[in-house]
Each structure stands twice: as structure tokens, then as C-alpha cells.
């Protein structure tokens, strides 16, 4: 945990130090309510897995270009500055710029359709990055592109772990179940599928 701390510009609450040592070493998905700290349990996991394989990348998802904003801003207040070089990838920036992006970058925040996309016009793989983090991973179902990135990246990444974050994965047990299938999260155990009531 010291290895973590000594990054950190916030201190974590001891359920998130909790999380954080069940997620380390299995794909989970946390279930937290808003305002919780999510995004500071998936930035201790990013910490680990650059710590753990320093020549390769982070990669976060958000539903919507704002939400991968704030999760920037967030990781850019509470990590040193030259901690790791930080991209957006929007629809707005060319491909051939966000190809070139995607070599330099060590921690890129995008929407999933931009990756999506991307891995379609096979710009880039995903066989270098050790973590992806999915936000609102409710989202993660039928032809959702959550579910096509979460596959690819399963069958490509030579490390991969995968941390899905969310605040309702919803209440029946098919739906949560096809989530986890689709991350790649084997049953909803208590160890991999966490869920902490405050």
C-alpha cells in the first residue's frame, strides 16, 4: 500500500484501501454511490499497474466526453506532475493525431465509441495496457461499445485487469450477470463484485 500513498495527493478512506487490495489482483466491478470515491479506487488500481508494468497504459472509459474530462482533471489535481504523460481522445481530434496520441500517452481518458472506433480502423491495439477502467459500466450490454472494447481488450492485453465502476448496476440478477460476463468478471462473488453499504 505504501507504494500507492506515497503518489497520492488525497488520502483514501480505509473501504477504498479495502476495495482497492480486492481489485488489485482480479477484474471486479464496485458498486458505490455517487460521491463515494469511485474515480480515487480506480486511480490507487492505475498506480499499482504502472508500478507493476511501467512500459505500458491506462486506459478509462467514460459514457460521454465530460465525464472523461472530469476524470482527467481529477487524475491530473491528485497525481505529481510528471507522474505519467495524461490524453483526452475525443471524436474531435483527427485519427492520424490520435494514432500518434496513443504511442506517446501512458493514461488516456476517452468515450468508448472514440476506442471503438478506432480499433476498427485498427489505429492502434489494446495488447499494451495493463488496466482499463469502465465508468458507468451498467452500460456494458448488447452491442453497447463498452462490450466490444471490454472483449477486444480481454482477448489482446498481455496484463490485463479490468475494474469496472458504477452506482446502479440495476436489480436483476440476468442483467448484472451478462455485465460481468461481458467484462470478463467470472460470477458475482463477494470478492469480485463489491458492493459497500455506508
Known sequence: ?????????????????????SCKDKNCLVVLPTGLGKTLISLMLTIDRMTKFP???????????????QHLKYFKKNLPELFATMELFTGKTQADARKELWQNAEIIFS???CIENDLENQL?????VSLLVIDECHRCLKNYAYTKVAQTY???????????????????KEKINKILENMNIQAPRNKNFIKIHI
Not at 512500459?55 to 472523461?68: G, N, S
Not at 492502434?124 to 499494451?128: A, G, Q, R, V
Not at 469496472?164 to 436489480?171: E, M, N, Q, V, Y
Request: hydrophobic share 35%.
Open 1 to 21: 500500500m505504501e507504494h500507492i500513498l506515497k503518489f497520492l495527493q488525497v488520502k483514501p478512506r480505509k473501504y477504498q484501501e479495502e476495495i482497492f487490495s
Open 154 to 172: 480481454n482477448s489482446q492485453a498481455k496484463h490485463p485487469r479490468l475494474l469496472g465502476l458504477t452506482a446502479s448496476p440495476g436489480h436483476e
Open 111 to 113: 468515450t468508448p465509441q
Open 124 to 128: 492502434y491495439s489494446l495488447k499494451d
Open 55 to 69: 512500459d505500458e497504459k491506462i486506459l478509462f472509459l467514460a459514457p460521454t466526453r465530460p465525464l472523461a474530462e
